[in-house]
């Protein structure tokens, strides 16, 4: 008998993940692909693109394929996914033929983008696609219970979107997606930079200051960085130094907007969950999560507990993976 080789996709607009039933995590790559725009050729995917976002002369574009959680653009999509195949391939050390794959769509997507999804994974030469609502492989890969009959609480928060739902029973009970993510964030952070010091910072620098200045609307000792860019009134190169606190402000009302999805999600929920949520608390998923301050922030604001995931930046993908023997009991799309 042969049985064909089994992996979960969490293609995510921030990152892209690769989870096998036997090896585990095989990629862990940034969603970028760099294209040379006259010929069209895929000149690098993953880090290797990343890196070259903001540097590259005119002839080559790093594009993030992904936007809001959905295909942006088809085309290049599908050459990532392929890229990326060939990659696990060889990671694996035997070549992936026919593989049944599950793979993750965002639950607010339209029946077309998830179509787009499939098909592109289809492409890459997969036997059999499956879909999962992101939120649910979210929850799952966060250690949840999700076939059991109670609440579980699951915030994902991405590069493009927040996620907010309640899952029981293997479905989902309630959600809200919003548009808004880590690079929210990061757009905030370079408004802020711009407007206040006249300065141009790139996508790359932006998000470094969130990662190591940025907290939630908590309190915390204040910290200071500097920081690089171009100068928009002598147009040469600047330094300055700017201070969490600022970075706060920039980014407050973006997080605001994700605590309101929270809140509007568990206003959702049937009467007979909501002693669970105050019971079992709220779990926090995606690269979002890891800011500063996070778990604090919002268990302040909503008084129910509130957890992080075992590994936030990992969770959709592993759940994706393990969802593979759970498929007969779990909500398919
Ligand atoms: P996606 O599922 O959309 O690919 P991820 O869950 O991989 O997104 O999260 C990516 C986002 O998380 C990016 O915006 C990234 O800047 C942010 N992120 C990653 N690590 C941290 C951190 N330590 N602190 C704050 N934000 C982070
Ligand atoms: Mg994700």
Redesign the pocket.
């Known amino acids: 008998m042969f049985s064909s080789m089994q992996i979960g996709i969490?293609l995510?607009?921030?990152?892209?993940?690769v989870y096998t039933k036997n090896k585990g995590m095989i990629i862990n790559e940034p969603?970028v692909v760099a294209i040379n725009v006259h010929t069209k050729e895929v000149l690098a995917v993953g880090e290797e693109a990343k890196q070259m976002v903001g540097k590259t002369p005119g002839n080559i574009v790093a594009i993030r394929p992904?936007k809001d959680?959905v295909i942006a653009d088809y085309q290049v999509t599908t050459d990532m996914l392929k890229f990326i195949m060939k990659k696990a391939s060889r990671k694996l050390g035997t070549s992936i033929r026919k593989p049944n794959v599950v793979v993750c769509t965002p639950s607010g997507s339209t029946s077309v983008e998830r179509r787009a999804i499939s098909d592109a994974v289809r492409q890459c030469g997969a036997k059999d696609v499956q879909l999962i609502e992101?939120p649910v492989a979210a929850a799952i890969g966060a250690d949840l219970p999700v076939e059991e009959p109670v609440a579980n609480v699951i915030v994902?928060?991405?590069?493009?979107?927040t996620e907010v739902a309640i899952i029981s029973f293997g479905g989902i009970v309630s959600c809200h997606s919003i548009r808004v993510?880590?690079?929210q964030?990061?757009e905030d952070i370079t408004q802020f930079i711009r407007k206040k010091y006249n300065l141009l910072i790139g996508y790359r620098t932006a998000?470094s200051i969130?990662?190591e200045i940025?907290y939630s609307l908590v309190d915390h000792a204040e910290m200071h960085m500097n920081i690089r860019g171009r100068d928009l009134v002598s147009g040469l190169p600047k330094t300055i130094q700017v201070s969490s606190y600022e970075i706060q402000q920039a980014i407050r009302e973006s997080l605001l907007s994700i605590l309101e999805a929270i809140r509007a999600t568990l206003e959702d929920c049937p009467p007979e969950l909501s002693g669970d949520i105050v019971d079992r608390g709220v779990t926090l998923?995606?690269?979002?999560a890891?800011?500063?301050g996070m778990v604090e922030w919002i268990s302040d604001e909503i008084v129910v507990p509130v957890h992080l995931a075992p590994s936030?930046?990992e969770s959709?993908a592993i759940g994706t993976g393990r969802s593979l023997n759970m498929m007969k009991r779990i909500q398919k799309l």
Do not use: F, M
Not at 12 to 17: E, F, K, P, S
Not at 285 to 288: H, P
């Open positions: 969490d995510g607009t921030a990152n892209i993940l969603s992904l959680g992101e994902d928060i991405g590069g493009g979107t993510g880590g690079d964030l990061d998000e969130k990662i940025g998923s995606g690269g979002g890891l800011l500063h936030p930046l959709v």
